[in-house]
């Protein structure tokens, strides 16, 4: 979700009507807060005004675009229908995220507005530590402004793809999915599936918080106040959500699914999380198709299952995964970095039990938690380890707003000179 943007966005965040001072006194207004144009740049992470979530939540964040000033742009989302930008709430000096959403962009169907209602919907109903909140949402202009908690490190996804392309390490990946598990066990008890797990819907603090998003295809399983053994809904707007989703979920039939096939979704996000790479993410779409229907079963790659895929039973000198990065293995000659490291037996169980074909036999969130993948999961070490892991690894950048002096003290002459007194002749 957070990538890096190189295309300058524009704002102007000096300039007022009625200003009365010089255009010489405006350039050197806008000179100490002009940034470089054109060039990204990181997050201030150092900066005190980055508050943790409890702090913002007792902030006054009124719907009010003027309450919020925006500094740059993290990246387009939803097919460039929507960005994600960083934010400064202006009374208090705290950052924040606002997501805009081109509201002219959206049809009025399911797969439009109605799933971004429902989206923000269940953000305001999902009161849990680990699934991410929103503070605010209004429509300013054309857009609407969704104010949310400004995550430094950005998604899973995006620790992956810039930091961590071999995967991540065991440990890290334990807490991780340890306290998505926790949200996910929450959510299912609510009477709702999320349908969307994924790296890319997992983010990161750089205190080391793991919080869930994504609600937009989540669904209810409750009809008229009665808990339903099965949806049969197919979600909409799934094309970058199949590889991801369950094999009962892609047949369509009379079966239908249920919390269950969440948890599909969860080995398969453990399968990428470890190696970098999601399961098949090389085939086409009806070839996957037939690849899950036919039971086949993604696994770790780890030196075990590649050399027993190999037909290599020979005892190799492989490295065991210390658990906190995943790309520090260095390579034996020209092979690929799964040569080198060994994944626990309870890690590849837990993958096993997850991806399992048959709904029926996967466990539910609540009793994965037991699984012995987490018993090196320590409370006390959730957000240390992450937070130690994430130290060394750049906060997402953005593209600062950029309007020169010149073109603000343009703008403004421009509204000094305008004559208000004239009259429209419609004759």
């Known amino acids: 979700m957070y990538r890096d943007i190189v295309t300058p966005c524009c704002c102007l965040k000096t300039s007022r009507i009625g200003y009365s001072g010089s255009s010489e006194e405006l350039d050197n207004l806008t000179a100490t807060q002009k940034p470089t144009e054109g060039k990204s740049q990181v997050l201030p992470v150092d900066d005190p005004h980055f508050s943790t979530i409890s702090i913002m939540e007792g902030q006054d964040l009124k719907p009010v675009a003027s309450d919020y000033q925006i500094l740059g742009l993290i990246c387009h989302v939803y097919d460039g229908s929507a960005s994600i930008h960083v934010a400064r709430h202006v009374s208090s000096g705290h950052y924040l995220s606002v997501k805009k959403v081109d509201l002219d962009m959206l049809d009025r169907e399911e797969s439009g507005l109605g799933s971004l209602h429902k989206e923000l919907s269940l953000m305001r109903l999902?009161?849990?530590?680990?699934?991410?909140?929103?503070?605010?949402?209004?429509?300013?202009?054309?857009?609407?402004?969704?104010?949310?908690?400004?995550?430094e490190q950005g998604s899973a996804r995006d620790l992956l793809d810039k930091h961590f392309p071999d995967g991540l390490g065991e440990t890290a990946i334990a807490l991780i999915l340890h306290d998505i598990l926790l949200a996910l066990d929450y959510i299912h008890q609510m009477g709702y599936i999320h349908r969307s797990i994924k790296a890319s819907h997992i983010f990161?603090?750089?205190?080391?918080?793991?919080?869930?998003?994504?609600?937009?295809?989540a669904i209810s399983m409750i009809r008229e106040g009665q808990r339903l053994r099965a949806i049969h809904d197919f979600p909409a707007n799934t094309v970058?959500?199949?590889?991801?989703?369950?094999?009962?979920?892609?047949?369509?039939?009379?079966?239908?699914y249920d919390s269950r096939s969440d948890i599909y979704s969860l080995g398969i996000t453990a399968c990428e999380l470890a190696n970098g790479c999601i399961p098949f993410s090389d085939m086409v779409p009806m070839k996957m198709l037939l690849e899950k229907i036919n039971s086949t079963t993604p696994k770790l790659l780890d030196s075990v299952t590649l050399r027993d895929s190999e037909g290599d039973t020979s005892d190799s000198q492989t490295r065991r995964d210390s658990g906190i990065g995943g790309s520090s293995y260095p390579t034996l000659g020209n092979e690929p970095n799964p040569y080198n490291r060994q994944f626990s037996a309870e890690f590849h169980n837990f993958i096993e039990v997850c991806l399992r074909h048959d709904p029926n036999k996967r466990p539910s969130a609540a009793e994965l938690l037991q699984h012995e993948f987490f018993k090196q999961v320590k409370k006390k070490t959730t957000q240390e380890v992450l937070s130690s892991m994430l130290q060394s690894v750049?906060?997402?950048?953005?593209?600062?707003?950029?309007?020169?002096?010149?073109?603000?003290?343009?703008?403004?002459?421009?509204?000094?000179?305008?004559?208000?007194s004239d009259e429209w002749d419609f004759d």
């Open 394 to 420: 750049k906060p997402v950048s953005y593209t600062p707003c950029y309007v020169s002096s010149t073109d603000v003290a343009n703008s403004v002459r421009n509204l000094e000179s305008i004559n208000l």
């Open 204 to 217: 990161l603090s750089r205190s080391g918080g793991v919080y869930l998003s994504g609600f937009r295809t």
């Open 126 to 151: 999902m009161q849990h530590e680990h699934v991410l909140p929103y503070y605010s949402a209004f429509v300013a202009d054309r857009e609407l402004w969704v104010v949310l908690p400004l995550m």
């Open 240 to 256: 970058q959500n199949l590889h991801w989703l369950a094999p009962e979920t892609l047949e369509q039939n009379l079966l239908g």
